[in-house]
């Protein structure tokens, strides 16, 4: 089973960028789905983007649309998210994500097997 560490994390100022990286070890990265998901203080763990296994086919939340960018690098076993135009809303715990044997894309936690520790995103206003 893949192992995952997220890093990137971070104190922005509204309207400030961050880069989340993922880097996966143990498994065979270029086979798995990849995903992000949130969790902010009291709320559920939230789906944010997933990406397919070769990078073509890609899923956003609506919230994140035109904001973020997920992308994968196959050769280094990272997936990272491009964080732009954040907003206090975006701040949370942000999480990787990795879904083996999948043909679809999927916005459920549920459907993922592997997930990281974790980074903490605080977005100030």
């Known amino acids: 089973q893949v192992q995952l560490v997220e890093s990137g994390g971070g104190l922005v100022q509204a309207g400030g960028s961050l880069r989340l990286s993922c880097a996966a070890s143990?498994?065979?990265?270029?086979?798995?789905?990849m995903g992000w998901f949130r969790q902010a203080p009291g709320k559920e763990r939230d789906f944010v983007a997933h990406?397919?296994?070769?990078?073509?086919?890609?899923l956003y939340t609506d919230a994140v649309k035109g904001r973020f960018t997920i992308s994968r690098d196959n050769a280094k076993s990272t997936v990272h998210l491009q964080m732009n135009s954040l907003t206090p809303e975006d701040t949370a715990v942000y999480y990787c994500?990795?879904?083996?044997?999948?043909?679809?894309?999927?916005?459920?936690?549920?459907?993922?097997?592997?997930w990281g520790q974790g980074t903490q995103v605080t977005v100030s206003s």
């Open positions: 143990g498994g065979s990265f270029g086979s798995y789905n």
């Open positions: 990406i397919s296994w070769s990078g073509r086919n890609i």
């Open positions: 994500a990795a879904r083996s044997n999948a043909l679809v894309l999927s916005r459920r936690s549920t459907d993922f097997g592997s």
